[in-house]
């Protein structure tokens, strides 16, 4: 009779827990979701009031992609020249 008890105890507890949990799920997503939905106006408004935003990062990345190229091209000719050399 003892065991019993205890095992609807601990199943209790297990279920209250995991009812505890989905309600804190819940109120987290609705949290984001709020979140989410403030922001997303407001990123628009950004890019529809300049849509010159964009192209300083376009003209950063070409230039970072043009330093990488330079670089492989760099670390070539000298592998080249290192293995000429031997």
Known sequence: MQ??????????R?????VGLLVVMLIVMK???TQ??????AANDAVASDPAA???AAT???QAAGQVGKAIEQAAAERA???ASQ
């Open 36 to 41: 989410l939905q403030a922001l997303r106006p």
């Open 14 to 18: 297990i279920l209250v827990s995991m």
């Open 54 to 56: 964009s192209q300083p």
């Open 3 to 12: 065991e019993t008890i205890e095992w609807e105890s601990s199943a209790m």
């Open 60 to 62: 950063a990345a070409r």
């Open 31 to 33: 949290l984001s979701a």
């Open 81 to 83: 020249a290192l293995a």
